[in-house]
């Protein structure tokens, strides 16, 4: 068992990456990969059942991403009930390029789930796939899993595989899709123009640094009042910004703030107070393409944001930059 275990560990980092890209949530990728342990342990336990198997990162990747399969068709039907929008658990990392700041240690799984991240849009888009497309689109368009085996995976042959994939690309690069294509140096202009223009509290500078067709999400899972639909469009996106975040807004003068990197794009964690006084943590991701926000990603959601540290009194509104 210390040899399997060893075995196993030398994997777990790349099996935690794919799990967590394929579900779009840490404790359901650690759930996966564990179990994955389990029935590795369970069948090749037997030295010769273990010599059957000739390229054991392969059966590995097979058998977690079965489980993910798994996950993603139930949680399909968990989300239709889902009260209001949906957004991933965010990763939220410091930018002096730190451990994420949810208490998990800097260990190779969770460097492999940090390097994964290229920003909220693009988790946002694979909840747009059926569970088999995702599958086909992750394993083998971002890890480089040959179609043969993503085919063994889904149990269809390879040409399927294939067309699942292409219809997830169609799908990730449709025109109503948030692009993302700003360096760090692009973003942090960007989105100090943007926090810039809300402070201000006037409609036209906001207005310049939105794209026509920005979408604004928001998932507080029905702990806080939140817009049940995305809303499209740099006029109403813009009104709705400053109807919270201006200078006469609803959290106007109540609010403290750090630029951190979500899902390893430039964002914000930001603290305030409900007009209840329930106090409201939120973190918020962009994209952003040709110098302007195409897409912003509310998560207010407290039981997707546990283990967060507070803010302090340095953490001012308008973030330090």
Known sequence: MRDLATEFEAERGRLLAVAHRMLGSRSEAEDAVQETWLRYAGALADPAARA???DLSAWLTTTCARLCLDVLRSARVRREAYPGQWLPEPVVSPLDGGPPTGGYAPDPAEHAVRSDQVGTALRVLLERLAPEQRLAFVLHDVFAVPFARVADVLGT????ARQLASRARRAVAAPDAPRHTADPAEQRRVLAAFVAATESGELDPLLRVLAPDVVLIGDSGGHFPTARRPVVGADTVSRFTLGLFGRTGRYARRMRSRPVLVDG?????????????????????FSVDDGRITGIFNQLNPEKLAGLPPLGDDDTWPPRW
Do not use: F, K, M, Q
């Open 52 to 54: 059957e198997i000739r």
């Open 157 to 160: 042959s390879e040409v399927a």
């Open 265 to 285: 794009v430039l964002g914000l964690l930001l603290e305030t107070a409900h007009s209840d006084g329930r106090p409201i943590r939120l973190v918020t991701a």
